[in-house]
């Protein structure tokens, strides 16, 4: 019988992963001005799941990035429903939170499916693009393997989040600049932090002695029991 088993290092990661998906899709019900630029809020924490997916991928390869990136949106999609039935509930007459709690949550199923469409594709992506890049390079130039990833899911995740989040709320110029800031951004993000997650990689493969080639992996999304 095949060995099913994942180490204490790809559960830690794992568990950190979906709890910044989770933590970004509160977040993006905000919208931030940073200067001329306006951003959401969620990219406090978004880009660390795209470096996460990237170290997940790189050190256990496609296959467990596919478990990781399902867990992640079932998680999130638990929490949604778990917030839809608290906005359902009646408020204690004594409370006088009831219209901030309902805007935040409120927005949250359209948010909640653009920003679950967005991520499910943005991260697949990523994790493909580091599956065929390192075998492309034989390992090699992890920086780069990175970075591009990162482009081409974030770049992804953007062109799909923001019409479904924010289209007709949002006029459209703003829109457009926000996709092409958030995308360049959370790049520039993974570059800044990208010391720190080439030191994350390089322990995590001694701590836990693995370095998976995806030379005989289905792509397949759905096949998430293949671990």
Known sequence: MKNQTVSVS????GILFCVCLIAANL???????VGAISITAGFIVF????????CIAEVWGFRKARLIIWAGFAM??????????????PAAPFWNGDEHFNFVFGLAPRIAFA?????????????????????ASNGK????????????????DSLIFFPIAFGG???FNELIK?????????????????????????????????????TNVSYNILKVKEI
Do not use: C, W
């Open 76 to 89: 999130n999609f638990f929490v949604i429903l778990l917030a839809q039935a608290a906005v359902a509930l």
């Open 115 to 135: 920003s679950l469409t967005a991520f499910l594709v943005g991260s697949f992506i990523n994790a493909y693009v580091m599956s065929r890049m390192k075998l």
């Open 141 to 156: 130039n992890f920086s780069a393997r990175a970075i591009v990833s990162t482009l081409f899911g974030e770049s992804a």
């Open 169 to 171: 709320l949002i006029p």
């Open 178 to 214: 926000m996709m092409i800031v958030q995308a360049v951004a959370k790049t520039l993000y993974e570059i800044v932090v990208l010391p720190v997650t080439i030191r994350v990689v390089r322990y995590v493969k001694k701590v836990d002695g693995s370095d998976v080639y995806d």
């Open 10 to 13: 790809f559960m830690l990661l």
């Open 47 to 54: 880009p660390v799941s795209y470096i996460l997916n990237d």
């Open 27 to 33: 977040l993006e019900a905000k919208v931030v001005q």
